[in-house]
């Protein structure tokens, strides 16, 4: 019988099929689909090698300019001239300070949290003070990049001081942004090659191409997150840098400059601990980063009477390649960069998420440009 209740579910259940049918993707079309989808297009850098910053190439920018200049270029698509590099550098100046809260957060915090799981889990309750946070408009974001820009440096350096048991010292808005970062992070005035080592240092890893913490802040941002969740989310994409006592080892052993030291040292790495210190099965002979900041090593051993050092360090390299297969990375040269300048060489994975607010805030803007980012296709197995 039609209206019997086996009939009406036989009746239905076919209806349900063939919508069905009609909505299912064929597999081949359904592959092109995604591919399409999961592919986007840029104007901020190459996706892998990020040699460029909008059409400049890196060996360029690190010749003259300054990482605010950068961070402009990032964020602008062009480099500033002076008037607009002075107006930058005044918008960010108004921007120095910290919402009484998160100061106290800093100094309750006990010393021996790491400082980049720190500095990212703050970085989340920072639109918790900030009444443009909620909006998504471009001027509204460059906003939240200012304050960003300011606001990571003061944390970084506040907690620095208590870590130290330095006496509280402040941003000098008269004083040139690079060299006010370094001095209260070292308490030492860098000479005119230590400044510019710093300047090319935090430029140089301002943008590092189409990761996975570009990706995490694209994504959160196209799904109506704020620059300061985008930010946070990128932070927290990228592994917490738990080798510091392997890397204290490292310079200790190299410091001394005896060539004895460094070979057993060097000969008795495990491709594990190699990989710690900032080796890749990648080669990065080539890379513009290594280049550049192993140049600057060479000058700043010499200013600093580390020549013994650094040539230990060199030979420690062909002695890692020889027992791993490991090549050295950019992030090898970089630590001993921070180490010539008197950083501690802990703050070398702080100083990488702060230089990278400018281009992880360049994607999003370009991403909130493309429109939700949709996640790639997974299979079902």
């Known amino acids: 019988m039609h209206g019997s209740p086996h009939y009406r579910s036989e009746h239905l259940f076919s209806g349900l099929a ?8 064929p597999d081949d079309e359904a592959a092109i689909y995604a591919d399409n989808l999961s592919t986007l297009t840029t104007r901020i850098t190459h996706s892998h090698k990020a040699d460029h910053y909008r059409g400049y190439s890196l060996t360029q920018l690190a010749r003259k300019n300054t990482f605010l200049e950068v961070s402009f270029l990032l964020l602008q698509g062009e480099l500033p001239y002076q008037e607009e590099l002075a107006d930058f550098q005044s918008i960010l100046t108004e921007r ?4 009484k809260p998160v100061t106290d957060i800093i100094h309750q915090t006990p010393l021996h949290v790491d400082s980049s799981e720190f500095l990212r889990s703050v970085c989340a309750l920072l639109p918790l003070f900030d009444s443009q946070s909620k909006s998504s408009a471009e001027d509204s974001v460059l906003w939240q990049a200012h304050k960003l820009l300011m606001q990571i440096p003061l944390i970084l350096i506040e907690r620095q001081q208590l870590v130290e048991g330095w006496e509280p010292a402040e941003f000098d808005p008269d004083m040139h942004w690079a060299v006010n970062l370094a001095q209260l992070l070292t308490r030492r005035t860098p000479t005119p090659l230590g400044e510019r080592a710093f300047e090319v240092l935090l430029l140089s890893r301002a943008e590092l191409g189409y990761d996975a913490s570009a990706h995490a802040a694209r994504l959160v941002a196209s799904r109506g997150g704020n620059l300061y969740s985008a930010i946070a989310t990128a932070m927290n994409s990228i592994p917490i840098d738990d080798f510091q006592s392997e890397r204290a080892h490292a310079f200790d052993v190299l410091s001394t400059g005896n060539r004895y030291d460094t070979e057993k040292w060097a000969r008795n790495l495990t491709p594990g601990q190699a990989r710690q210190l900032g080796f890749g099965s990648e080669f990065e002979k080539e890379s ?11 000058y700043l051993a010499e200013e600093n ?6 040539k230990s360090a060199r030979r420690a390299e062909k002695l890692i390649f020889e027992q791993t297969g490991l090549s050295p990375h ?4 970089a630590l001993r960069i921070l180490y010539y300048l008197g950083f501690d060489i802990e703050l070398n994975q702080p100083l990488l998420l702060l230089s990278r607010i400018p281009g992880w805030t360049a994607h999003v803007l370009e991403q909130l440009q493309q429109g939700p980012l949709v996640p790639a296709r997974l ?3």
Do not use: G
């Not at 009477?305 to 650094?310: F, I």
């Open 379 to 381: 299979e079902y197995e």
């Open 330 to 333: 950019s992030e090898w040269a």
């Open 96 to 99: 120095a300070d910290l919402p």
């Open 305 to 310: 009477n580390l020549t013994a050092m650094e």
């Open 288 to 298: 513009i980063r290594l280049q550049l900041f192993n140049t600057f090593c060479h």
């Open 18 to 25: 063939k919508l069905v049918d009609r909505l299912s993707v």
